[in-house]
Protein backbone atom coordinates (compact mmCIF):
# COMPACT_ATOMS: atom_id res chain seq x y z
CA UNK A 1 0.00 0.00 0.00
CA UNK A 2 2.76 2.38 0.83
CA UNK A 3 4.36 1.89 -2.69
CA UNK A 4 1.29 3.37 -4.21
CA UNK A 5 0.93 6.27 -2.16
CA UNK A 6 4.44 6.94 -3.11
CA UNK A 7 3.92 6.44 -6.63
CA UNK A 8 5.38 9.04 -9.32
CA UNK A 9 2.18 8.86 -11.02
CA UNK A 10 -0.05 9.74 -7.62
CA UNK A 11 2.79 12.59 -6.92
CA UNK A 12 2.20 13.96 -10.87
CA UNK A 13 -1.81 13.50 -10.22
CA UNK A 14 -1.24 16.34 -7.64
CA UNK A 15 1.67 18.23 -9.44
CA UNK A 16 -1.16 20.91 -10.78
CA UNK A 17 -3.89 21.91 -8.21
CA UNK A 18 -7.11 21.81 -9.25
CA UNK A 19 -7.82 25.02 -8.65
CA UNK A 20 -5.23 26.02 -11.67
CA UNK A 21 -6.65 23.55 -14.08
CA UNK A 22 -10.08 25.25 -13.80
CA UNK A 23 -8.43 28.54 -14.32
CA UNK A 24 -6.17 27.41 -16.84
CA UNK A 25 -8.48 26.19 -19.40
CA UNK A 26 -11.34 28.28 -18.79
CA UNK A 27 -9.56 31.52 -19.33
CA UNK A 28 -7.70 29.68 -22.19
CA UNK A 29 -11.81 28.98 -23.41
CA UNK A 30 -12.81 32.39 -23.42
CA UNK A 31 -9.56 33.93 -24.79
CA UNK A 32 -10.38 31.18 -27.52
CA UNK A 33 -14.03 31.96 -27.88
CA UNK A 34 -13.23 35.68 -28.59
CA UNK A 35 -10.84 35.11 -31.50
CA UNK A 36 -13.69 32.44 -32.81
CA UNK A 37 -16.11 35.74 -32.63
CA UNK A 38 -12.94 38.08 -34.20
CA UNK A 39 -12.40 35.70 -36.91
CA UNK A 40 -15.90 35.28 -38.08
CA UNK A 41 -16.15 38.78 -37.80
CA UNK A 42 -13.10 39.36 -39.99
CA UNK A 43 -13.93 36.53 -42.59
CA UNK A 44 -14.06 37.86 -46.10
CA UNK A 45 -14.28 34.52 -48.03
CA UNK A 46 -16.46 32.82 -49.52
CA UNK A 47 -17.15 29.20 -47.43
CA UNK A 48 -17.02 29.94 -43.63
CA UNK A 49 -15.93 27.28 -41.92
CA UNK A 50 -17.40 26.93 -38.61
CA UNK A 51 -14.63 23.81 -37.99
CA UNK A 52 -12.09 25.70 -38.52
CA UNK A 53 -13.19 28.26 -36.17
CA UNK A 54 -13.86 25.86 -33.32
CA UNK A 55 -10.58 24.37 -33.91
CA UNK A 56 -9.26 27.67 -32.48
CA UNK A 57 -11.05 27.10 -29.26
CA UNK A 58 -10.03 23.60 -28.94
CA UNK A 59 -6.56 24.78 -29.75
CA UNK A 60 -5.94 27.08 -27.26
CA UNK A 61 -7.36 25.22 -24.17
CA UNK A 62 -5.33 22.01 -25.91
CA UNK A 63 -2.34 24.15 -25.47
CA UNK A 64 -2.81 25.45 -21.98
CA UNK A 65 -3.70 22.20 -20.62
CA UNK A 66 -0.01 21.13 -22.36
CA UNK A 67 2.02 24.04 -20.81
CA UNK A 68 0.65 23.36 -17.48
CA UNK A 69 1.37 19.47 -17.65
CA UNK A 70 5.39 20.61 -18.74
CA UNK A 71 5.62 23.32 -16.44
CA UNK A 72 5.24 21.12 -13.47
CA UNK A 73 7.10 18.05 -14.74
CA UNK A 74 10.90 18.92 -16.05
CA UNK A 75 11.26 15.25 -17.53
CA UNK A 76 7.30 15.45 -18.64
CA UNK A 77 8.67 18.58 -20.88
CA UNK A 78 11.36 16.81 -22.95
CA UNK A 79 9.29 14.15 -23.31
CA UNK A 80 6.27 16.51 -24.52
CA UNK A 81 8.72 18.15 -27.00
CA UNK A 82 10.16 15.06 -28.82
CA UNK A 83 6.64 13.43 -29.24
CA UNK A 84 5.26 16.68 -30.93
CA UNK A 85 7.90 16.93 -32.76
CA UNK A 86 6.85 13.92 -34.73
CA UNK A 87 3.23 15.80 -35.30
CA UNK A 88 2.86 17.03 -38.85
CA UNK A 89 -0.42 18.39 -40.29
CA UNK A 90 -0.94 18.68 -43.76
CA UNK A 91 -4.22 20.42 -43.74
CA UNK A 92 -3.69 23.28 -46.36
CA UNK A 93 -4.12 26.94 -45.41
CA UNK A 94 -6.67 28.55 -48.04
CA UNK A 95 -5.70 32.05 -46.67
CA UNK A 96 -2.58 33.92 -44.87
CA UNK A 97 -4.79 35.34 -42.48
CA UNK A 98 -5.93 31.90 -41.21
CA UNK A 99 -1.81 31.30 -39.90
CA UNK A 100 -2.71 34.46 -37.85
CA UNK A 101 -5.62 33.14 -36.03
CA UNK A 102 -3.79 29.78 -35.65
CA UNK A 103 -0.67 31.12 -34.31
CA UNK A 104 -3.29 33.71 -32.24
CA UNK A 105 -4.78 31.05 -30.41
CA UNK A 106 -1.36 28.58 -30.06
CA UNK A 107 0.08 31.58 -28.39
CA UNK A 108 -2.67 32.54 -26.06
CA UNK A 109 -2.75 29.02 -24.68
CA UNK A 110 0.80 28.95 -23.86
CA UNK A 111 0.66 32.05 -22.17
CA UNK A 112 -2.43 31.21 -20.25
CA UNK A 113 -0.79 27.90 -19.62
CA UNK A 114 1.77 29.84 -17.88
CA UNK A 115 0.15 31.55 -15.57
CA UNK A 116 0.30 34.99 -16.81
CA UNK A 117 -3.12 35.31 -17.73
CA UNK A 118 -3.18 39.31 -17.45
CA UNK A 119 -0.82 39.45 -20.55
CA UNK A 120 -3.06 36.76 -22.38
CA UNK A 121 -6.19 38.73 -22.21
CA UNK A 122 -4.29 42.20 -23.07
CA UNK A 123 -2.40 41.03 -26.10
CA UNK A 124 -5.77 39.36 -27.01
CA UNK A 125 -7.55 42.62 -26.86
CA UNK A 126 -5.25 44.35 -28.64
CA UNK A 127 -4.85 41.96 -31.60
CA UNK A 128 -9.17 41.71 -31.72
CA UNK A 129 -9.02 45.33 -31.96
CA UNK A 130 -5.73 44.99 -34.65
CA UNK A 131 -7.57 42.36 -36.82
CA UNK A 132 -11.17 44.06 -36.77
CA UNK A 133 -10.08 47.35 -37.81
CA UNK A 134 -7.18 46.66 -40.43
CA UNK A 135 -9.11 43.43 -41.87
CA UNK A 136 -12.51 45.33 -42.71
CA UNK A 137 -10.86 48.38 -43.69
CA UNK A 138 -9.54 46.28 -46.41
CA UNK A 139 -11.17 47.09 -49.99
CA UNK A 140 -14.32 44.95 -50.41
CA UNK A 141 -14.11 45.18 -54.08
CA UNK A 142 -13.58 42.06 -55.67
CA UNK A 143 -11.01 41.51 -58.97
CA UNK A 144 -12.35 39.94 -61.86
CA UNK A 145 -10.83 38.55 -64.62
CA UNK A 146 -12.40 38.90 -68.39
CA UNK A 147 -11.64 36.37 -71.01
CA UNK A 148 -12.52 37.39 -74.79
CA UNK A 149 -12.43 35.86 -78.03
CA UNK A 150 -12.22 38.23 -80.61
CA UNK A 151 -11.71 38.49 -84.45
CA UNK A 152 -9.07 41.31 -85.44
CA UNK A 153 -7.01 44.10 -83.53
CA UNK A 154 -9.62 46.23 -84.55
CA UNK A 155 -12.04 44.89 -82.18
CA UNK A 156 -9.71 44.39 -79.60
CA UNK A 157 -9.60 48.51 -79.58
CA UNK A 158 -13.55 48.41 -79.10
CA UNK A 159 -14.03 45.66 -76.86
CA UNK A 160 -11.12 47.47 -74.36
CA UNK A 161 -12.98 51.27 -74.68
CA UNK A 162 -16.11 49.57 -73.58
CA UNK A 163 -14.25 47.77 -70.83
CA UNK A 164 -12.31 51.40 -69.98
CA UNK A 165 -15.61 53.48 -69.83
CA UNK A 166 -17.46 50.81 -67.88
CA UNK A 167 -15.32 49.73 -65.01
CA UNK A 168 -13.28 51.55 -62.49
CA UNK A 169 -10.20 49.51 -63.59
CA UNK A 170 -8.24 47.45 -66.24
CA UNK A 171 -5.25 46.03 -67.49
CA UNK A 172 -4.71 43.31 -69.58
CA UNK A 173 -3.48 40.10 -67.99
CA UNK A 174 -2.70 38.21 -71.09
CA UNK A 175 -3.19 38.00 -74.61
CA UNK A 176 -3.49 35.03 -77.13
CA UNK A 177 -2.80 35.90 -81.14
CA UNK A 178 -3.42 32.42 -83.80
CA UNK A 179 -4.85 33.09 -87.71
CA UNK A 180 -8.81 32.70 -86.71
CA UNK A 181 -8.46 35.11 -84.14
CA UNK A 182 -7.15 36.19 -80.46
CA UNK A 183 -8.00 36.13 -77.04
CA UNK A 184 -7.95 38.56 -74.22
CA UNK A 185 -7.21 37.88 -70.63
CA UNK A 186 -8.29 41.37 -68.21
CA UNK A 187 -8.29 41.88 -64.98
CA UNK A 188 -10.89 44.36 -63.99
CA UNK A 189 -12.55 46.13 -61.13
CA UNK A 190 -16.05 46.56 -61.46
CA UNK A 191 -18.14 49.88 -61.04
CA UNK A 192 -20.64 49.16 -57.72
CA UNK A 193 -21.08 45.51 -58.55
CA UNK A 194 -22.27 46.31 -62.77
CA UNK A 195 -21.50 43.39 -64.58
CA UNK A 196 -23.98 44.20 -67.90
CA UNK A 197 -20.81 45.52 -69.89
CA UNK A 198 -20.04 42.52 -70.62
CA UNK A 199 -23.27 41.95 -72.68
CA UNK A 200 -22.17 44.88 -74.29
CA UNK A 201 -19.25 43.63 -75.20
CA UNK A 202 -20.52 40.85 -76.89
CA UNK A 203 -22.70 42.37 -78.87
CA UNK A 204 -19.75 44.04 -80.98
CA UNK A 205 -19.67 42.40 -83.88
CA UNK A 206 -16.75 40.19 -84.15
CA UNK A 207 -16.65 39.42 -80.75
CA UNK A 208 -17.56 35.47 -80.07
CA UNK A 209 -17.15 35.30 -76.71
CA UNK A 210 -16.92 36.75 -73.18
CA UNK A 211 -16.49 35.19 -70.10
CA UNK A 212 -15.96 36.73 -66.50
CA UNK A 213 -14.98 35.48 -62.97
CA UNK A 214 -13.68 36.78 -59.74
CA UNK A 215 -10.63 35.27 -58.39
CA UNK A 216 -8.79 35.20 -55.23
CA UNK A 217 -5.88 37.54 -56.52
CA UNK A 218 -3.86 40.28 -55.50
CA UNK A 219 -5.54 43.64 -55.81
CA UNK A 220 -4.75 46.48 -58.26
CA UNK A 221 -2.82 49.22 -56.54
Known amino acids: MGSILNSNFLKNATAVSGFDMIIGVMVAFLIGLFIFVVYK?????????????????????????????????????????????????????????????????????????????????????????VMTVFVNKKSRKTPYILVINCENSDVE????????????KSIIKGKTVSKVGMELTVEVLLKDGYSKFVNDVININGVTNAVLVSYNGEYMG
Open 157 to 168: DDVMNIIEAKTD
Open 41 to 129: KTFSGVMFSANFGLSLIGMSMITSAVILAVSSNVVLSLGMVGALSIVRFRTAVKDPLDIVFLFWSITAGIIVGAGMIPLAVVTSLLMGI
